[in-house]
């Protein structure tokens, strides 16, 4: 099963790239595209590497599901990676969009369109991405203000924190990362007796899987509520 559809979002990327005016700052353009804090350069460069990472896993999955299709990647791959290599970060937005032909959005949406119809992830509004987002944010600070043990608090406000990253990039990195980072806090409970008692008996803990489950709803109908639910059950169990 499919999760995942790079092609929509490179194609939702390029076409904000393409509404910035070719005369302004190349740097800066990036930064309101990927919404980077402005001068952080670290930050920067991880988003934008992932970017640059998504022709190349489109055309990985092209090949694997709708191998007939690849041929026509020189009208879209192979621009936007030579704009990706052309681009001046201290000169002008036009030395990265003036490589993106007329032919690179449009077959990126039918390329999307073919994925979509192996995938099972479905698109998060921003209303409900924010939502998502607030209730993370919301539950890390409960987890801060708590009486909890120092080292399962240090354990939940990383992970926590992880997790938000991984939703705040979902424009870019897509659900994936959302998924395995969920996946993984329900899978920690084998490790960590206390981190499993937390999970099941306090109010917060429940809270914590509520919005885990919560997310990933939201995010797949293959894997959601029910199954993570399940595979949390079972691991009590076990």
Request: charged share 20%; hydrophobic share 40%.
């Amino acid at each position: 099963m499919l999760y995942d559809n790079p092609a929509a979002r490179l194609k939702a990327i390029l076409e904000r790239c393409m509404e910035i005016p070719s005369g302004q700052p190349c740097r800066a353009s990036w930064e309101h595209v990927l919404g980077v804090t402005p001068n952080d350069t670290s930050e920067f460069f991880e988003k934008l590497g992932k970017v640059m990472e998504l022709p190349k896993r489109t055309h990985s999955l092209l090949s694997t599901h709708f191998p007939h299709q690849t041929n026509n990647a020189g009208l879209w791959k192979d621009p936007i990676e030579a704009a990706f290599m052309a681009q001046q970060l201290n000169g002008q937005w036009a030395t990265f969009t003036s490589a993106i032909n007329p032919y690179c959005i449009p077959q990126l949406g039918l390329i999307a369109d073919l994925l979509h119809s192996k995938v099972s992830a479905k698109t998060i509004r921003d209303d409900e991405l924010a939502g998502v987002i607030a209730g993370f944010k919301e539950l890390r600070e409960l987890i801060e203000e708590s009486s909890l043990s120092e080292q399962l608090k240090h354990y939940l406000l990383q992970e926590i924190g992880e997790l938000l990253n991984a939703v705040r990039d979902y424009k870019i990195a897509g659900a994936i990362p959302i998924l395995k980072q969920a996946e993984s806090m329900v899978g920690h409970t084998l490790l960590d007796a206390e981190y499993s008692s937390f999970l099941t008996s306090h109010e917060l803990g429940k809270r914590l899987l509520d919005n885990l489950n919560a997310a990933a709803a939201l995010l797949t109908v293959a894997v959601s509520l029910p199954q993570l639910s399940q595979a949390f059950r079972t691991l009590l169990s076990g």
